[in-house]
């Protein structure tokens, strides 16, 4: 200001704009290089694919399926629109919906966590682009493996004119079938208790039990029988998504509980027991007797078994190992025939002289029969006389 009380110019007007041209040239700048890597960490393609995980990882059945059928596109799942275009974002979507008949044990809570958290070392990826999507393959690894799932994201267009948006392609369920390998003849139509990834469940069918479950690749599902004459140790399979028309098969390879051997023993001790009991020289429908023209008084008769009889039962034949019965059916429950020994003591009157003595009578038995085994009965059917 002069003397006159006038403003002054500084003189240097050009010098000023730059100034602000610069900081806006570097505002844009820093503008470009935030958005670029928000786009390629919070609103790219993997980390759609990574949101998806997460859902799996926490047993968010909902969300998960949410984002499998292509809703959930924005940064948070939201599927926000673009600012600039109007357009809403959302797309068409289709959550996946299990086949007629599948279990969706597996498609939520603990047993969706579990499958997930089976998988080691996982990595995600961006692949190669296809047409309005890129791939995306998610690594991983079980029991010294390496497996991947390649999964499509489409994009549909930006958020707020910078941020792209992006959508999973709809998702196929995969399906794995749970059945045990060698199934008893007897058992047909019988259920087979089980869990599957620690979840309990129930395996039913006309002949043999089986159970289809939808699943989430990827997963590592697990199955096991825990009925209580029929058990099978976990096995465990990956689903990788790569083939969903076709189940994926869980074979139990099963085997008698501890169990069926006790509870067989139970039974042919109690038939035994029925026999020792009957004082006849010819007990019904037991593997013993004894014939003399003698008067026998009946209180005098004495039927004993020694040594305890045990039974064994023979293994289930491996899953390729099961035999044909007559019935064409699959004959594999089998108990070894028992040996052991009738002991008899009784007296005898002579019919011309009317002397009485005592009688001391063993005979060895070979006792078999047939054994009946299903998921919660055992039936021991001798073979008597």
């Given amino acids: ?150 999964f499509t994201v489409e994009h549909e267009g930006r958020d707020w004119l910078f941020f792209d948006r992006w959508r999973m392609a709809p998702v196929t369920l995969s399906t794995v079938r749970v059945e045990p390998g060698v199934w008893p003849a007897e058992a047909a139509g019988q259920h087979l208790a089980g869990t599957v990834n620690g979840e309990e469940v129930t395996l039913t069918g006309e002949s043999s039990p089986v159970q289809d479950f939808a699943v989430l690749p990827p997963a590592a599902v697990s199955g096991a029988a825990t009925s209580t004459y029929l058990e099978a140790d976990p096995v465990r399979t990956v689903v990788d998504g790569a083939d969903p028309s076709a189940p994926l098969p869980l074979t139990l390879t099963l085997r008698y509980t501890d169990a069926v051997a006790e509870e067989a023993n139970r039974q042919v001790d109690d038939y035994l027991s029925g026999c020792t009991e009957q004082q006849v020289l010819h007990p019904a429908g037991c593997p013993m007797g004894y014939d003399t023209l003698n008067r026998i008084p009946p209180d005098s008769i004495n039927w004993s078994v020694s040594p305890d009889p045990a039974v064994e039962v023979e293994p289930l034949p491996a899953d390729d190992e099961g035999g044909e019965g007559d019935s ?58």
């Avoid at 600012?83 to 959550?95: A, E, F, N, P, R």
């Fill in 1 to 150: 200001m002069d003397a006159h009380g006038q403003v002054r110019g500084t003189g240097r007007p050009g010098r000023t704009l730059a100034l602000w041209g610069g900081a806006a040239a570097l505002a844009l700048v820093a503008g470009g290089v935030a958005i670029g890597t928000v786009n390629a960490t919070v609103y790219s393609p993997a980390a759609q694919v990574e949101r998806y995980l997460d859902a799996l990882a926490g047993g968010d059945g909902a969300a998960a399926l949410g984002l499998a059928g292509g809703t959930g596109t924005g940064a948070d799942g939201s599927g926000t629109a673009d600012s600039g275009t109007g357009d809403s974002g959302t797309g068409d979507s289709k959550t996946p919906v299990p086949p007629p008949g599948t279990a969706t044990t597996l498609l939520d809570g603990e047993p969706l966590a579990a499958g997930f958290a089976a998988l080691e070392d996982v990595t995600v990826s961006r692949g190669e682009e296809t047409g309005n999507g890129v791939e995306v393959e998610v690594g991983y690894r079980l029991d010294g493996e390496d497996h991947a799932t390649t």
């Fill in 328 to 385: 064409g059916e699959t004959d594999v429950t089998v108990a070894a025939p028992v040996r052991t020994e009738a002991r008899l003591t009784l007296e005898e009157i002579d019919l011309v002289t009317g002397e009485r003595r005592r009688v001391e009578h063993a005979e060895p038995i070979l006792l078999e029969a047939d054994l009946q085994v299903g998921p919660e009965s055992v039936r021991y059917v001798p073979r008597a006389p």
